[in-house]
């Protein structure tokens, strides 16, 4: 339909910490590409079934980052 063009298509392969791994198949978390002034944080969009947002995230939180199909310099 109408959003098939303008959407992108996330996978819920969760998000880690540590050793742990969380909401596999329920939720995810993906990084922007905008870093924190420190380079220690960075930007990133949560979700789960129950909520979604965007965080500033400690870097060594594990989560997806998206590939740009047909990026170009």
């Keep these: ?3 098939a063009s ?3 298509f996330l996978p ?3 998000y880690g910490y540590g050793t742990s791994l ?3 198949g329920s939720g995810g978390g993906y990084w922007s590409s905008v870093p924190g002034s420190d ?3 960075a930007w990133s969009l949560i979700f789960d ?3 979604h ?3 500033y995230n400690d870097r060594h939180f594990v ?3 998206r590939p740009l199909q047909g990026f170009t310099k």
């Design 39 to 41: 380079y220690n944080y």
């Design 12 to 14: 819920c392969a969760g």
């Design 49 to 51: 079934s129950s909520e």
């Design 63 to 65: 989560q997806s980052v």
């Design 53 to 55: 947002g965007t965080y």
């Design 22 to 24: 969380y909401s596999a």
């Design 6 to 8: 303008r959407s992108i």
């Design 1 to 3: 339909g109408d959003y």
